[in-house]
């Protein structure tokens, strides 16, 4: 698996060491990129991922001459969303803040001040495909297993409306939100090339040299600005920023009832 591995995303990192490392999470920059590399089994999301996760948004922010941001995995696995096992060890409480601490996180990500690009590896699943989705693009690998998809119908999950708001402004509210949220199709990078959910696909050994390739060519002309950016973000998913608003205030009422 290791030697796999390094024929894939890895290869194209070997040139550098990370800047950070926790809990899995590898921090890289290469020239003015930064490449979060999850590298923890199906990369799911508990209360550890979200810190780490922010440790290294913290990191992207405080170097003022990164212009952009990919997050990738490393073999089958991009991110299979919530760690489930873990949440049904969590006391209400717990977990009425873990899920005030995701949808804060999925906010920050929404409006970080470069652009980010999710470079897909490998299955993408349910709250994985959230956390693809919460960035401004997506690349695809186009070889082997691997699929985009909400499975939440599949088991009995409904979607708060921060969530489901998320997913619409990223997808649209006709057919592709449709096909993604009530049928749970499972989109491999061919059709999620088609759907426009991702807006490239190519070989995982490529797939970090290509995603940086789409971040260069956002400045072209002259480097996004950041505050600028972080503004039109901001007007642009007004209605989503305000539905996770409103999720973390009515969760919040929840959290403090129960103590």
Not at 76 to 90: A, C, E
Not at 185 to 210: C, D, M, N, P, W
Request: charged content about 25%.
């Amino acid at each position: 698996m290791k030697s796999e591995n390094k024929k894939g995303i890895m290869s194209s990192l070997e040139q550098h060491k990370p800047r950070r490392e926790v809990n899995g999470l590898s921090l890289y920059y290469i020239d003015s990129i930064a490449v979060l590399v999850m590298n923890n089994g199906e990369n799911k999301l508990n209360d550890d991922f979200l810190d780490s996760f922010h440790t290294m948004l913290d990191d992207v922010e405080g170097e003022d001459t990164c212009v952009g941001l990919i997050t990738t995995g490393v073999g089958k696995f991009y991110s299979t969303g919530l760690d489930l096992p873990w949440l049904l060890k969590r006391s209400p409480e717990e977990i009425e803040r873990f899920f005030i601490s995701l949808w804060q996180f999925w906010r920050r990500l929404m409006v970080f001040p470069v652009p980010t690009v999710a470079a897909i590896n490998g299955h993408c699943f349910a709250g994985g495909a959230i956390l693809a989705f919460a960035h401004d693009l997506r690349t695809m690998k186009d070889e082997g297993r691997g699929w985009i998809c909400l499975n939440e119908v599949f088991i009995n999950r409904r979607f708060p409306k921060s969530t489901l708001s998320l997913v619409q402004a990223k997808l649209g509210a006709g057919p592709n939100g449709h096909n993604a949220l009530v049928l749970a199709f499972r989109y491999t990078a061919q059709e999620a090339l088609r759907a426009g959910i991702v807006h490239t696909v190519t070989s995982e050994a490529l797939l970090i040299k290509e995603s940086a390739r789409v971040i260069e060519g956002l400045h072209v002309k002259q480097l996004l600005p950041r505050d600028s950016l972080v503004n039109m973000k901001r007007d642009v998913y007004e209605l989503v920023l305000q539905d996770l608003d409103t999720d973390v205030d009515r969760a919040m009422s929840v959290f403090k009832s129960l103590l």
